[in-house]
């Protein structure tokens, strides 16, 4: 299948990160399917403007709904003969210290940061390993590498995606299926640039770069593990925090 032809399928595809990330694949000659939460009109409607000229289409997912999850691979499959590349970037938080939190806010994280790993990565990856070609990209996080006050939920859940990143990958390498994880850092998202400024500024304090990530700059290192020819990295994490986290 010629590289213009691939697939893809970016869950979380309309938040910050999510749009960065549609727009750079389609941008490398992908079809792209945006699969976020539907309900909101003015906020697809902005995504949509957003994308406008690309080959970027939205669907409507609850990643937590394990049925929901297996619908969407069909109907791509069906629709574009393959589902090529997955990147699994829906998260929520629901920060509060553990001593405070109460278990509706534990499983919520799990469901959609953790769950909806599983749900969309055991329904896809078995046509990707059918047809000899498949990439899967996990949106990890900084703080799932270090920890954060308040995100035991958060931090467990994005290092426990890791953890399936590397399992998933050994069963899938001869396939010719790679299976990686991207950790980014602060970025100016919506979530972050709602901070206070004090905090904000606390926050790139701390950054050796001296600032915040864009979006896009996440989204070059998923575009880079899309590509055909990284079919060589599988079972990694790529930090993208500007120095915040540094290790061997």
Not at 164 to 169: Q, R, S
Not at 176 to 188: A, D, H, I, K, L
Request: with cysteine.
């Amino acid at each position: 299948m010629p590289l213009d032809k691939r697939t893809a399928v970016v869950t979380g595809g309309i938040g910050g990160l999510g749009t960065a990330i549609c727009t750079a694949l389609a941008r490398a000659g992908r079809h792209v399917i945006a699969a976020d939460l539907g309900g909101n009109a003015e906020r697809i409607a902005r995504f949509e403007q957003d994308v406008r000229g690309l080959d970027v289409r939205f669907a409507a997912l609850d990643v937590s709904d394990f049925e929901a999850c297996a619908a969407l691979v069909r109907e791509v499959e069906t629709r574009h003969g393959a589902l090529d590349i997955l990147v699994n970037a829906a998260g929520i938080t629901r920060d509060v210290t553990l001593r405070k939190m109460e278990t509706v806010q534990w499983e919520a994280v799990m469901n959609v940061n953790l769950d909806g790993v599983f749900h969309m990565c055991r329904h896809a990856v078995e046509g990707m390993a059918t047809r000899g070609f498949g990439r899967i990209i996990n949106i990890s996080s900084v703080n799932g590498q270090t920890g954060q006050f308040g995100q035991t939920n958060y931090s467990a859940a994005k290092a426990g995606m890791h953890g399936f990143t590397m399992a998933l990958a050994r069963e899938v390498a001869r396939k010719g299926v790679t299976v990686n994880s991207v950790s980014p850092g602060y970025c100016e998202t919506a979530l972050v640039t709602a901070m206070p400024q004090a905090i904000r500024d606390g926050i790139v304090a701390q950054v050796p770069v001296g600032r915040l990530g864009r979006p896009d700059e996440i989204a070059r290192a998923v575009q880079f593990l899309a590509a055909d020819d990284a079919g060589f990295v599988t079972g990694a994490n790529l930090p993208v925090n500007g120095g915040l986290f540094m290790s061997f």
